[in-house]
Structure formats: C-alpha cells, structure tokens
C-alpha cells in the first residue's frame, strides 16, 4: 500500500524552528518528486515547496521561500521540511504528497498531515 | 505565476440535482506539445486530506463516481456532479500544476439544499 505518514508537528514560539518528516513506504521513492502543502485552520491548502527525485532541484513558494527548506533522503525514504523564522501565520496542517509522476503531474497521494501552531 | 480562482464560494443544490463549479486560471495551463491542460480537482471532506478526484482536466481518478465529470481547456474548466449525492458534501479545490508554485483555488464549499 502507498502511504505517506508525517511526524514532527508541534507547539512552537514565533521565531523558532521545527523540522517535518515524512516517511514514504509502498513505491520506489526516487523515482517521484514530493512536495509539501499547508492549510491553515478553515483555510484553503496553500503548496509551499517541491523537491526532485535526486533531491537536486528544488522550488519554494515566496511565502516560505529563505526561510523552510524541504530535503529528502532516498535510503530512508524520507522527505523533511525544515522550518525557521516560524511566524504566526505559518499555524497550520502539513501534508506531504507525492504526485501521479515526474514534475508536472497531479497530487494523487497525501499523507494524513501534521499540525504545526505558531503561537507565544 | 499562474493563480486559479474558483466560483461560486459556496454552493447549495438538491440531493439528485446537478452541481458545478468553475475554475478561471490567469494563464492557458494547455500544453500545446501534448495537448494537455495541467488542472485537476480535489475533494476535501472534513478532518481528511485532499482527494484527487479529476486530472487533466477530465479524466477521472481510479473508483471515482462516473457522475464526476470535468471539462474545459487553457483557461476555463468546469467540475460537474450531475446528481449530488449525500456524501458529496465537501469543500471542492481546483489546482494548476503546469508550472509551479502550484496554486489551488481557493475552494468551493458544496451543501445540500
């Protein structure tokens, strides 16, 4: 079975960091590009980040863009996203996803998600 | 950017009856060497994820209800639910992903009437 399960969520203080992981299982894990997509509460989902197979290429949304960095490690079959500056309107539900294949394809795989509150 | 915008925001229609909502992206996301639009829709039903319900614009996910149909190209696209069922209730995105950042529209809420 395809899954994807994400972990790390959490109370944080604006300004702080955290790190999401997200464990891939039932699919050869190199071979897709991940992403990351966000929604904050009673919001519309927002994509925040990409990474290709290699994890060479990346691409960020300016919204996080100098501040989350998304890094993947293929003999683990993980996809992290590392989050600093974390402000207020960064509250929200994580979801890792994995699209039909290659770049430019649609999301057809999410993970449950992980909840992420900003907040002092 | 290609930002996608979607209408109506909310929606109410009759158990039985046809539902639709439209998505207008600011660019064609047409693809003209394989003749592709990169636009699919979403399901999202509270306290789950997304659920991908339509890609290329009209070509429906695996175990998908046929009464599910989309339509359009380069612009403008359509998702139809030609006889709203009770467990169609949910709030419906739109989603480019010819180039990124790939915006979602920012979701119809469906109800029943």
């Known amino acids: 079975e395809v899954q994807l399960v994400e972990s790390g969520g959490g109370l944080v203080q604006p300004g702080g960091s955290l790190r999401l992981a997200c464990a891939a299982s039932g699919f050869t894990f190199n071979q897709y590009w991940m992403h990351w997509v966000r929604q904050a509460p009673g919001k519309g989902l927002e994509w925040i980040a990409r990474?290709?197979?290699?994890?060479?290429?990346?691409s960020y949304a300016d919204s996080v863009k100098g501040r989350f960095t998304i890094a993947r490690d293929n003999a683990r079959n993980t996809v992290n996203l590392q989050m600093n500056s974390l402000r207020v309107e960064d509250t929200a539900v994580y979801y890792c996803?994995?699209?039909?294949?290659?770049?430019?394809?649609?999301?057809?795989?999410w993970g449950q998600g992980t909840m992420v509150t900003v907040s002092s | 950017d290609i930002v996608v915008t979607q209408s109506p925001d909310s929606l109410a229609v009759s158990l039985g009856e046809r539902a639709t909502i439209n998505c207008k992206s600011s660019?064609?996301?047409?693809?003209?060497?394989?003749?592709?639009?990169?636009l699919g829709w979403y399901q999202q039903k509270p306290g789950q994820p997304p659920k991908l319900i339509i890609y290329w614009a009209s070509t429906r996910e695996s175990g998908v209800p046929d009464r599910f149909s989309g339509s359009g190209s380069g612009t403008d696209f359509s998702l139809t639910i030609s006889s709203l069922q009770a467990e169609d209730v949910a709030v419906y995105y739109c989603q480019q992903y010819y180039t990124a950042p790939y915006f979602f529209g920012q979701g119809t809420k469906l109800e029943i009437k």
């Open positions: 990474v290709n197979g290699d994890g060479y290429t990346t």
């Open positions: 996803v994995r699209p039909q294949t290659g770049a430019a394809y649609a999301f057809d795989i």
């Open positions: 660019q064609s996301v047409l693809y003209s060497s394989n003749n592709k639009n990169y």
